[in-house]
Every structure is written in structure tokens, then in C-alpha cells.
T-cell receptor, first 107, second 115 residues
Framework: KNEVEQSPQNLTAQEGEFITINCSYSVGISALHWLQQHPGGGIVSLFMLSSGKKKHGRLIATINIQEKHSSLHITASHPRDSAVYICAVFNTDKLIFGTGTRLQVFP | GAGVSQSPRYKVAKRGQDVALRCDPISGHVSLFWYQQALGQGPEFLTYFQNEAQLDKSGLPSDRFFAERPEGSVSTLKIQRTQQEDSAVYLC?????????????FGSGTRLTVV
């Protein structure tokens, strides 16, 4: 079993829909990252969370430390949001990555 | 530079060939990480440098993999006698904080294909 699990693995949506991507982890962490990876490999850091909730534009990330669960929400989704979203947890001294959620938003 | 730069962007190697992948981190970033990302998978940790010291190489899959950062800035990941299972995207990330706790900047990766 992977230490970081994401769901769903693949997600399609119509433009404007509200998107939720989930991440569950089984190890102790000091922080959790949400990352966005576009085709071609470039990775952009979206959020780093250790508790509560963060918001940036149309993106919202929440974390529940007791339940070892985090969610990434995208409001009013747009085709340019199409990418792979990766959850990664900071454990001891390194990041452990989930396998990612591939999101496609159609106009 | 403004970001983490990796070169080459793409590399095709014949099985058995040695390859060297380069990472130029953001100037002044103390932490540097190498990750291997197989197709359809999340990145897997390979090795970590704090300045010139390689503090963790537990993720290197075999002794054919070697990484160095001799002056605490540019890093090179070398793979000797490449095998087909080495085909992956190799990602480099750097951070201004010790062990990258406060966040990372990733390069665009080097896509290695071993034929």
C-alpha cells in the first residue's frame, strides 16, 4: 500500500465545475504539499500546509491532521487548470509523493 | 537564475551507455534533491544534498547511480551502464531551507529514454 494515496486517479470536468481531489496518507508528517505538474514535466508548488486551510485565487487546500487527509478544491474550473495534481507529504527529511490525479477540464 | 534549470531536456541513450544529467539550482539554495518519475507515477526520492554534502542517498536504485554537487551549487546525476528500466523523467528541486521544509522549486526535468 502506498504511503500517500490520491483519489480519483483521473478526473474530467466541464468548465465551471467545482473540483475536489483527495489525499490520504499513512505516515507521520510535518507538512503536506499540493503540486501541479503540466505536460512536459514542470512542477509548480501550489500550497504547503501543516494545519487548517489555505486559499489562493480559485484554489483551496484543507488538511485534517487527525484524519491524515487533505483535499484540494478548484472553484469555477477552467481548461487551463488541466494538469496532474500531486499530493506530497514531508516525512522526516524527504517528500513522499502520491501518484497524482490527472484533471482534464473541457470547455 | 530565476528558476531551477535542468539539462539536457531530453536524452536518448543506448543500453549500456553512461549518461550525465545536470541541475542548476536557484542561486543560494542550500538544499538540492533528485527525484525519478516513471511514466504515470509520482516522483520517487533519489538523493539529497545540503550544500556540497550528500546527506541522503538512500533512494538511489543501484550502484550505477551516482550524484555529486562538488561546490554546493550545480549538481550532476550520473547513470552508468544504462538499462531500459532507467527510462524516466529525472527531476531536480532546490530549496532555500534545510531539507526543503519550507518549499521547493522544481526544474522541468530530463526525460531519459534508454533504447
Amino acid at each position: 500500500k502506498n504511503e500517500v494515496e490520491q483519489s480519483p486517479q483521473n478526473l474530467t470536468a466541464q468548465e465551471g465545475e467545482f473540483i475536489t481531489i483527495n489525499c490520504s496518507y499513512s505516515v507521520g508528517i510535518s507538512a503536506l504539499h499540493w503540486l501541479q505538474q503540466h505536460p512536459g514535466g514542470g512542477i509548480v508548488s501550489l500550497f504547503m500546509l501543516s494545519s487548517g486551510k489555505k486559499k489562493h485565487g480559485r484554489l483551496i487546500a484543507t488538511i485534517n491532521i487527525q484524519e491524515k487527509h487533505s483535499s484540494l478544491h478548484i472553484t469555477a474550473s477552467h481548461p487551463r487548470d488541466s494538469a496532474v495534481y500531486i499530493c506530497a507529504v514531508f516525512n522526516t527529511d524527504k517528500l513522499i509523493f502520491g501518484t497524482g490525479t490527472r484533471l482534464q477540464v473541457f470547455p | 537564475g530565476a528558476g531551477v534549470s535542468q539539462s539536457p531536456r531530453y536524452k536518448v541513450a543506448k543500453r549500456g551507455q553512461d549518461v550525465a544529467l545536470r541541475c542548476d539550482p536557484i542561486s543560494g539554495h542550500v538544499s538540492l534533491f533528485w527525484y525519478q518519475q516513471a511514466l504515470g507515477q509520482g516522483p520517487e526520492f533519489l538523493t539529497y544534498f545540503q550544500n556540497e554534502a550528500q546527506l541522503d542517498k538512500s533512494g538511489l536504485p543501484s550502484d550505477r547511480f551516482f550524484a555529486e554537487r562538488p561546490e554546493g551549487s550545480v549538481s550532476t546525476l550520473k547513470i552508468q551502464r544504462t538499462q531500459q528500466e532507467d527510462s524516466a523523467v529525472y527531476l531536480c528541486a532546490s530549496s532555500s531551507s534545510d531539507r526543503g521544509f519550507y518549499g521547493y522549486t522544481f526544474g522541468s526535468g530530463t526525460r531519459l529514454t534508454v533504447v
